[in-house]
C-alpha cells in the first residue's frame, strides 16, 4: 500500500503549462463563474472549496451516507461493482474514492487480485480510507492518490477501468473530468459512474425533494457539526445532469456505448461506457 500526496506520475507523459489548451483553459477560467451550492464563485476557486467540504466531513462522511441514505448507498455501491465485473490482474482508477468503499469492494470481489489506485482531490479523505485500509488488514494492492479529476496525475491508457462514485457532481468541468477518464483509459477499457440523478417516480420525487432538502443539512449539523456542507451537497445534487444529459457528454468525451441504470427509483443513476 503506498500513498503519493501531489503531482504527476514520475513514469508518465508530463503535461507542458504553456502549451496553447492548457493555456486556453486557463484563461477561460479566470473569467468564468459556476455554481458552487447556492451562490456562484470563480471557476479557480471550486477546487478549494470542494477541498475545504470534504476536509470538514472526512470523519463522519460515512455515517453520513448512511444516515443520508438509510444505508442504501452500500446496496448501489454493490450494483456499481456488479457490473463492473473486476478481474484478477486489471488495474482500476477509483476517481473521488477516498475512503476506500469502492476500492475494497474491488479488491474483496478479486480476492485482492486486482489493482486500485484510489484518487481523491482532498488529503483528508484519503487519511480515513488509508486509516481503514489498515485496519481491515488490506495491503499491497492498493495506491492512494491526490489529485484532481480535471487533470489526473497519470499516464495514457494506464487503467483497465475507471471508477467515480459520487464525485462527478462536485468538479468544476464534468465535460474536462470525462474527457481525462478517456485518456486514461487503456483501448476496451470500462467507465462506471455512480452519482445521484433525477427521481423517475412522481411520488417518490416529492418525498426526496423534502428529505434532501429539510433533513439532510440537519443531519449534517447534527451529526458532521457541518450544516453548511450539507446545504452545498444537496445542491450540487439538485445541480448535477439528469441521465439523458450525462450520456450525451459521456459520449461527446469519445466515450462509447453508454447506458445507465435508475436505482431506487433513479435517486442514484449507474452510467456505464467504453473506451472503443
Known sequence: MSSRATGRDSAGPQKDPTDAPAAQAAAADREERVAFGEREVDARDKPGLVRD??????????????????????????????????????????????????????????????????????????????????????????????????????????????????????????????????RVLKPGGRFLCLEFSRVVLPVLDRAYAVWSDAMLPTLGGLVARDRDSYVYLVESIRRFPPQDE????????????VRYANLSGGIAALHSAWRI
Not at 450525462?246 to 456505448?257: M, P, T
Open 246 to 257: 450525462l450520456v450525451e457528454r459521456i459520449r461527446a468525451a469519445g466515450l462509447e456505448q
Open 53 to 182: 467540504v470534504f476536509r470538514s466531513v472526512a470523519g463522519r462522511y460515512d455515517l453520513m451516507n448512511d444516515l443520508m441514505s438509510l444505508g442504501v448507498h452500500r446496496l448501489w455501491k454493490d450494483a456499481m461493482v456488479d457490473r463492473l465485473r473486476p478481474r484478477a490482474g486489471e488495474a482500476v482508477l477509483d476517481v473521488a474514492g477516498g475512503t476506500g468503499d469502492i476500492a475494497f469492494r474491488i479488491l474483496d470481489r478479486t480476492e485482492g487480485g486486482a489493482g486500485v489506485t484510489v484518487l481523491d482531490l482532498t488529503e483528508d479523505m484519503l487519511r480515513v480510507g488509508r486509516d481503514r485500509a489498515v485496519d481491515s488488514g488490506r495491503f499491497g494492492t492498493l495506491d492512494w492518490v491526490c489529485g484532481d479529476a480535471e487533470s489526473l496525475p497519470l499516464r495514457d491508457g494506464s487503467y483497465d477501468a475507471y471508477t467515480i462514485a459520487f464525485g462527478l457532481r462536485n468538479v468544476t468541468h464534468i465535460d474536462r473530468a470525462l474527457a481525462e477518464a478517456r
